[in-house]
Structures are given as structure tokens and as C-alpha cells.
């Protein structure tokens, strides 16, 4: 849990600094991350478990402004995050109808997915059930964009954990993990 925690104020931390994000949703089934989300001025939903990644969507943007052209779907475990890493890719998003996808870097999924507009991410998802999201997005003839980068990187399993100790990017999480490890090492010492 405290692992979760650290992941998500990293990355809400990366969209505060990157000042391009104008609301920000949570939705979780998870009402501990959401009291922390509130505490840090962010909207949350609770959402019943075992929903997916599209009624999640759905829920956020069931909240967003009506005026909104941009919608972003991010998982709060993106420990490697940087504010100028969305920069980059909100960036790309405002050319024109389009979706920009982030792989994941260890699975067939997607850690980030932006479309322009919202409404386009839904329908990704929505196909993506039986094909990759990259191909979900050109069977509705939108351009789109795949960058894979370490942004994109997401805690799935425990040996991620080592990827992201390894990574020269400094985060709450890779902190987090290294004063774990040095209690470890020193419980270990004292047994």
C-alpha cells in the first residue's frame, strides 16, 4: 500500500508540474487512494470492482467539462513519470484528431492512452477487447502516435520493482523501495 501511495503522488505530482492537465479524475475502487487524491485537490468516483479500463474512462469523463478536447488515461503506477514526459505527448495530442499511445513496456497493454477528441479513447477501448489498441485506433481511420519510452513503464509484478530501482529518473517510489531494501538488508543483519 505504501508503494501504491508513493506511485500515485508521483504521478500526480508529474501532471501538477507539467500545468497542462486542467482537471484531473480519479477513479478507483480503492477508497484509501481516494481520500489521498482528494487530499491533493483531485476529483475522485469509486467504482465497483472488477470494472474495466473503459467504464473507468467513461466515469471520468462523465465528470470532465463538457468543453473538454483532450482526454488522458493514465494508471496511477507509473513510477519512471515526468512532467515533461507529458508535456511531450499532451503535446502531440493537440495536432488535429488523434490518439498517442504509450505502450506498456512489459506487456501487450497500454500504460498511457490521449485522444483528441475524448470520445475517441472510448471506442480504442472498446475495440482494443479483440485487438491491440494501435490497431483499435486505425480500424476508425484516426492518425496514430506510439512512443515507447520509459514513462510508459508500469509496476505489474515484483520484478518490475528492480526496473525501476535501476532507473537513473529520481521518484517517491524508487525512495520508497530503496529505505524497504536497506530494512530489509538490516533486519536480515540483525537475525
Known amino acids: 500500500m505504501r508503494l501504491t501511495e508513493a506511485m500515485l503522488l508521483d504521478a500526480l505530482e508529474a501532471v501538477a508540474e507539467s500545468r497542462l492537465v486542467d482537471d484531473l479524475i480519479m477513479v478507483s475502487p480503492d477508497s484509501t487512494l481516494l481520500s489521498l487524491a482528494d487530499e491533493n485537490g483531485v476529483k475522485g468516483i469509486l467504482e465497483q470492482e472488477g470494472e474495466g479500463t473503459g467504464s473507468a474512462l467513461e ?28 508535456a511531450f505527448l499532451l503535446g502531440r495530442s493537440l495536432n488535429g484528431p488523434r490518439v498517442v499511445l504509450v505502450p506498456s513496456m512489459t506487456t501487450q497493454g497500454t500504460s498511457l492512452l490521449i485522444s483528441n477528441p475524448p470520445d475517441i479513447a472510448l471506442t480504442v477501448l472498446q475495440e482494443a477487447r479483440s485487438m491491440p489498441p494501435y490497431e483499435a485506433a486505425l480500424t476508425k481511420s484516426v492518425p496514430v502516435e506510439s512512443y515507447r519510452t520509459e514513462a510508459g513503464f508500469d509496476v ?14 529520481p521518484s517517491r517510489a524508487k525512495d520508497l523501495l530503496m529505505t524497504m531494501r536497506i530494512e530489509e538488508l538490516s533486519s536480515r543483519e540483525r537475525r
Do not use: F, I, Q, Y
Not at 466515469?59 to 503506477?77: H, I, N
Not at 526496473?163 to 529518473?169: G, K
Open 59 to 86: 466515469r471520468g469523463l462523465s465528470l470532465a467539462d463538457p468543453r473538454t478536447t483532450v482526454a488522458m488515461l493514465m494508471p496511477c503506477l507509473l513510477p519512471l513519470l515526468k512532467c515533461e514526459d507529458l
Open 156 to 169: 505489474r509484478e515484483s520484478s518490475d520493482l528492480l526496473h525501476v530501482l535501476r532507473s537513473p529518473r
